[in-house]
Nanobody
């Protein structure tokens, strides 16, 4: 079992920045991929960014150059730095952990979600 606790969501004006954090109860040695997904109203959940145990990253085209995913192994925490936020980034953001080696597909464990609202 892996428990994920997110923090850092909120409301920000377009062009601003937010940093999301996700603390995992398991050590990163047992997790292949940590990722952030988001779901906007009326839309499917989509991968935003992911990072493997080896540090390889993957980003949705819509956030490349604006968002950065990183991790702190000592704290078992993954971060999503979001810059140059746009209204279309508004969504609930979910942390996800894969312990089975599923590549970039969603893992079995999800956080509770944190709301990000970008207003113009």
């Amino acid at each position: 079992q892996v428990q994920l606790v997110e923090s850092g969501g909120g409301s920000v004006q377009a062009g601003g920045s937010l940093r999301l954090s996700c603390a995992a109860s398991a050590t990163f040695f047992s997790i292949y991929v940590m990722a952030w997904y988001r779901q906007a109203p009326g839309k499917q959940r989509e991968l935003v960014a992911g990072i493997t145990s080896g540090g390889v990253t993957n980003y949705a085209d819509s956030v490349k150059g604006r968002f950065t995913i990183s991790k702190d192994g000592a704290k078992n925490t993954v971060y999503l730095q979001m810059n140059s936020l746009k209204a279309e980034d508004t969504a609930i953001y979910y942390c996800n952990a894969d312990v089975r080696g599923r590549g970039w597909r969603p893992g079995d464990y999800w956080g509770q979600g944190t709301q990000v609202t970008v207003f113009s």
